[in-house]
């Protein structure tokens, strides 16, 4: 009940508190920012949210059905992460998300050239629900439908850290997994935005602070070479 009341109350102050509007394709990245302690309203103007997906343990989903909408609250320390928006015109919006110590903002995400309301495209989210594929592919333990194969590959990344590659898969997409371990005497922050190079389409970091000797796990999606 207290979280239903929540939710009633924090539409009813829309009017009251800005939104961030994102407008743009599917294929781009939309960035906005998350409130770390309050759930954030995010909708699609002119069509309804079927689904939002993205790393687990980054975030909580509460969807609202009959409006259509979703309420996201992050479960993560990480400073920024990708999450995933799929609508009922087969789109998905990928959005990065940097978590704010302020109030929650609600996200309104707007077709650019004609794709918000009344027009309904094909599925042109194709590269989107691939990477969750390969995201996927990545992080299972057993085979899979995708080309994989694992790999003990000492990456240079900073002095501090330890970058190991230990898995890849090759597809539409090239995903890859690393070990990434703390080999300094201090807390290390990662922040995935770092991780970000030409034709990379997403990345996610399983823990974002690190005591020293401690390891994580780093999945960097990318388009291929051409």
């Known amino acids: ?31 906005a920012g998350l409130s770390r302690s309050e759930p954030t309203l995010i909708r699609i103007e002119g069509h309804r949210i079927r689904r939002v997906f993205g790393a687990e343990g980054d975030f909580d989903v ?25 609508d009922d015109a087969g789109r998905t919006w990928k959005l990065l998300l940097s978590l704010t110590d302020g109030p929650a903002d609600s996200i309104v995400i707007k077709g650019r050239g004609g794709e ?3 027009k309904r495209p094909g599925k042109d989210s194709t590269r989107n629900l691939e990477i969750k594929r390969v995201v996927l592919a990545l992080d299972a333990d057993g085979e899979t439908d995708m080309e994989s194969r694992t790999a003990n590959e000492l990456v240079p990344l900073w002095k501090e850290a330890l970058f190991v590659l230990v898995k890849i898969v090759q597809g539409p997409l090239r995903g ?22 030409r034709g990379v389409v997403a990345v996610s970091v399983e823990k974002s602070e690190l005591k020293p000797a401690e390891t994580t796990a780093v999945y960097v999606i990318s388009e291929p070479a051409e």
Not at 2 to 30: E, F, M, Y
Not at 63 to 76: E, I, L, S
Not at 176 to 197: F, T
Request: zero cysteines.
């Open 1 to 31: 009940m207290t979280r239903i009341l929540s939710a009633i109350l924090l539409l009813a102050s829309l009017d009251a508190v800005a939104a961030q509007v994102l407008q743009g394709r599917p294929d781009d990245t939309l960035a």
């Open 116 to 118: 918000s309301a009344g």
């Open 176 to 197: 890859e997994k690393y070990q990434l371990s703390n080999a300094s005497d201090k807390p290390m922050v990662i922040d995935e935005r770092e991780l970000y190079r």
């Open 62 to 86: 509460k969807a609202d059905k009959d409006a259509g909408t979703a309420f996201v609250k992050p479960t993560t320390d990480k400073p920024a992460f990708s999450a995933y928006v799929a």
